[in-house]
């Protein structure tokens, strides 16, 4: 039996999910979570072999939350399934430790095979994205190095804050984390967003890792 957790911020979603994996008797759904702050809550007590990640979610979106599972629970399978084919997302995902990446158009049949392959050790991924990938690796694509300009802005207590914003931590959690007030923790956020000239927390959680600004 192989035990998934489904993440996605709409319930309808998870609920249809829910329905269509459940048909197949070798699928137990163990867990449904909200966004990717809850599936990491999850993960201890409901034991999944796989998670089910949507990418663009409140709190912690499915790119930070598959770095940390890749972290902390390295033997958990992550399979993304979201709307979005934007080379970014894609890109990101798969560099955050996603073992692969399809559509939520994908047929009923086909994702239950790509949850029984990826938990197998094979990678699916969506053809549309597919093309993306193989169309970097030709045109040399490299993953992106770490922006130097951008790094030196920051000062250490800023990329201690911004490492703890990409971990998904909120404002009080932060400043209990580096012994700071909740205004001025807030007051930092602000200046991190003024330097990487995003406009709120996921980006600039996205700019961390896709930049490496943080571990």
């Known amino acids: 039996m ?3 957790l489904i993440c996605d911020d709409q319930m309808i979603v998870c ?23 809850q599936a990491i809550d999850l993960i201890p007590t409901a034991k999944p072999e796989l998670v089910l990640l949507d990418l663009k979610m409140p709190i912690m979106n499915g790119v930070q939350a598959a770095r940390l599972i890749r972290e902390q629970f390295p033997m958990v399978h992550v399979l993304v399934l979201t709307t979005y084919d934007a080379d970014e997302w894609v890109f990101d995902a798969i560099r955050s430790g996603a073992e692969g990446y399809l559509l939520k158009d994908t047929p009923r049949e086909d994702l239950i095979k790509a949850v029984k392959d990826t938990v197998a050790g094979k990678h699916h991924i969506d053809p549309s994205i597919a093309g993306k990938l193989l169309n970097a690796v030709k045109d040399g694509a490299q993953p992106q190095q770490p922006d130097t300009m951008m790094a030196d802005q920051l000062s250490d207590r800023e990329r201690d804050v911004l490492r703890l914003l990409a971990k998904g931590l909120n404002n009080p959690e932060i400043a209990q984390q580096l012994f700071l007030s909740e205004g001025t923790v807030r007051n930092y956020i602000s200046e991190i967003l003024a330097k990487l000239n995003v406009s709120d927390r996921t980006q600039a959680a996205l700019m961390a890792v896709r930049y490496r600004l943080v571990d």
């Open 2 to 4: 192989i035990r998934i």
């Open 15 to 37: 609920e249809g999910l829910r329905v269509i994996f459940e048909s197949d008797p070798e699928i137990e759904v163990v867990g449904i979570a909200n966004d990717g702050a």
